[in-house]
């Protein structure tokens, strides 16, 4: 139980485009899941906590225009980086706690996005 | 500001031996406490969970727990080069419903 899966696994977009990032949870409801960011050597940032039905929470720092999410179901959170720029080149993660220890993240395979 | 440092490495040990990793956080009223796993490219799986003072076993992996140092730690008995990867310390953020905060990551080299 507690499998997470991201789509796509891998974007090359150009600047200015605009790119949609899908977490789901295949065998377990989560009303809440976590969107991460990645740069090469550093560890994970917590970008914002998706919250079905109703606004995401964004962490300090996190430009709520520019990371917009949705958590359109219990299943289903996505990241949409709107006009996306060299610097928004990273590898996003999503991860969701699971249902039978909330306090335990489990994590997508990762998004791997590169802006040109 | 809510911290978990981690030694970033690299820690180099020989096929077989023990490999000790270590964490401290600042939040002292976290809770929970997980060892993620992380291979290059990947993303972070969990390894291990503990929540209450002591040792927690599973299989080559021991976790530690010590609430009053604020202190966790990871050993992997009989270390293997699958087991070359990057170790995150995560820790229960007291102020977020199921937050976890991150240390940055120990890498750790297993070499034959």
């Known amino acids: 139980g507690a499998v997470v899966s991201q789509h796509p696994s891998r974007v090359i977009c150009k600047s200015g485009t605009s790119v949609k990032i899908e977490c789901r949870s295949l065998d377990f409801q989560a009303t809440t899941m976590f969107w991460y960011r990645q740069f090469p050597k550093q560890s994970l940032m917590l970008m914002a906590t998706s919250n079905e039905g109703s606004k995401a929470t964004y962490e300090q720092g996190v430009e709520k225009d520019k990371f917009l999410i949705n958590h359109a179901s219990l299943t289903l959170s996505t990241l949409t980086v709107t006009s996306a720029h060299p610097e928004d080149s990273s590898f996003y993660i999503c991860s969701a706690p699971g249902s039978g220890s909330p306090d335990t993240q489990y994590f997508g395979p990762g998004t791997r996005l590169t802006v040109l | 500001q809510k911290e978990v440092e981690q030694n970033s490495g690299p820690l180099s040990v020989p096929e077989g031996a023990i490999a000790s990793l270590n964490c401290t956080y600042s939040?002292?009223?976290?809770?929970?406490f997980f060892w993620y796993r992380q291979y290059s490219g990947k993303s972070p799986e969990l390894i291990m969970s503990i929540y209450s003072n002591g040792d927690k076993e599973d299989g080559r992996f021991t976790a530690q727990l010590n609430k009053a140092s604020q202190y966790v730690s990871l050993l992997i008995r009989d270390s293997q080069p699958s087991d070359s990867a990057t170790y995150l310390c995560?820790?229960?953020?007291?102020?977020?419903?199921?937050?976890?905060?991150f240390g940055a990551g120990t890498r750790l080299a297993v070499h034959p």
């Open positions: 995560a820790v229960s953020d007291t102020g977020g419903y199921n937050k976890l905060i």
């Open positions: 939040d002292r009223g976290s809770q929970s």
